[in-house]
């Protein structure tokens, strides 16, 4: 009788797209009708028989929709994330395709075929204020292997997975992570049901997803490489270049950092060598003077060694350190 | 099973409509008993076919064939024999097939095959009609004998 009611208020509201909307709403979704919805189906039957006129109506046939389990991951890093000494976020969504509410077994697998090199998994979390950047300390952790809350139907959650580079890898190397979504109720292959246990108090089933699902980001290792190259000039005090006392050696120190990676906290010592004696306010960074004292420049220089802090260099550059002594 | 324990709920509401039906006027000549069946097509050999069975689970994109056995129980013959038939929330008519029944894309207030239909396409226009549009289906049959029977069935697609 309901039903007959809703459809006839229907023409109502004009527009046949307006009320196709408004009739439906169970498959706004794209997954389907939700599961637990009751399809019921009525015929109504008019007819004359003599002088008067009848109607009758059928029984109404119900169907209970089951849930749908399936799933589909993917993973939202573009390009490969260049990682060095520290841990990269990687970004996976992992969207509910079924037609019920689900929760989702979350397993992250740094062992992917082809690897150069397995990542270490550092954490895992799941984008709980929904501002796609991994807050710590605000996003809910999950441990490998467990499940995440239940995501709507047609809902989708993002994860992050956070990893470090292992010690055995080399610049330029690429590492893929997988993400893999599996359906709390049950996996299977298509069409395995799981009695009573699907959302709205039918059963489950599993669909083509096989209600499992992965995807892969990758990162590449960004590491430097730092080669140190010492020479000396010297000068004697008579014009020559002969290591009499008295004589000046300056010696030049090249670091140079290669990689695509940055060398961090790079910095050039050296001792003065016995019989020689620094000489003061000599100490120069690329050519351009420090002072000795240990103050607000990179340098320091004493009787006994220079120590010059380059900081962050990235791959690709070079930096001379250069200071003079005199020969005892 | 849950399936029958709807429709026993369901087939006691009928029972009472009628029984109230009954006191204003004589028993009902004609009975209608609608069923469901879940049609899957079974590939085996090689060879697919379709089987129907009872509708234990039941999922989105699974096939429907509903249908509507009609019988006259009474005495006299009964002329303008209409069967009228909503097409239920959550389904929609299969595609087909679709194109011989007497349908309705909107709501019951015209009817026609459904080539001959078209629905607005919200940009001032109308565009024509498509089986997932069917709101309502018809069967129109001019006289029903003393014990005539039959069954008029649809195929739907759960949404």
Known sequence: MNRNFAHRLRPALGLATAFTIAAFPGCASAAGVTAGTVIQNIATATFTSGASSGTVQSNTVSVKVDELLDVAVAGLTVAPVPTGSTSAVLSYSVTNTGNGSEAFRILVDPAVAGNQFDATIQTIAIDTNGNSTYDPGVDQILANGTATPAIAADGSLRLFAIVNLPASATDGQNSQIRLTAEAVTGIGTPGTSFAGQGAGGGDAVVGASGASASGLDAIVASLAGVALTKSAVLVDQFGGAQPVPGAVITYSLVATVSGTGQAESLHV???????????????????????????????????????????????????????????? | MKAFRILGLAGAL???????????????????????????????????????????????????????????AGAAAVRNFVVTNPVPEGVMLAPEGAGTLEVSVDGGKNWGKLAVLALANGQGGTRPAQSSDVTHLRWMLSTLAPGAQGTLTYNAIVR
């Open chain 2, 14 to 72: 009928f029972a009472a409509v009628t029984a109230t039906g009954a006191m204003a006027q004589t028993a009902q000549p004609v009975e209608l008993k609608g069923d469901v069946k879940i049609d899957r097509l079974v590939t085996e050999n090689g060879a697919a076919r379709h089987v129907l069975s009872e509708p234990e689970v039941v999922v989105p994109g699974d096939r429907l064939i509903f249908s509507t056995a009609y019988r006259n």
């Open chain 1, 269 to 328: 010592t050296d001792a003065i060598p016995a019989g020689t004696t620094y000489q003061a306010g000599t100490l120069k960074l690329q050519g351009a003077a420090l002072t000795d004292a240990s103050d607000g420049d990179q340098g320091v220089a004493s009787a006994s060694g220079i120590d010059v802090n380059l900081g962050t260099v990235t791959g690709g550059n070079t930096r001379t350190v250069s200071f003079d002594v005199k020969i005892n």
